[in-house]
């Protein structure tokens, strides 16, 4: 019996734990370069530090697609990622604020998200 207690409370401390991962993948067009693109992925970081939403890029070296690219959009938990998807769609309304240029300028380097899936992620 404790060392059925024992995992029950390991499992539960380990889900309350879990980070949140967006996974979208999707291709550049011809007119925007990888420099260019992780241009704005770095000005995205800063905007995102501030909701605890960070990205990295990933592309493929060994891949039968070598076109697709993965953004890897990494927050603490489902909340934390929740919060920042709610204030960047809010701001979208606004031409002027910082999400809605820097979905201008993604929008000009890339062909659109070909899917998009989130993960639980564990230590």
Aim: charged fraction near 20%; glycine fraction near 8%.
């Amino acid at each position: 019996m404790k060392k059925t207690l024992a995992a029950l409370l390991i499992l539960s401390a380990s889900a309350a734990q879990a980070g949140h991962l967006d996974v979208i993948s999707f291709t550049l067009n011809e007119k925007c370069t990888l420099g260019q693109y992780l241009e704005v992925v770095e000005d995205f970081n800063e905007w995102g530090s501030t909701y605890g939403y960070q990205t990295e890029i990933a592309v493929p070296s060994f891949s039968d697609n070598l076109e697709t690219i993965y953004w890897l959009g990494r927050s603490a938990n489902a909340e934390a990622f929740g919060k920042a998807h709610d204030a960047w769609e809010a701001a979208q309304t606004d031409a002027n604020s910082v999400p809605a240029r820097l979905m201008q300028r993604f929008g000009e380097c890339g062909g659109g998200n070909d899917t998009r899936r989130a993960y639980r992620t564990f230590p």
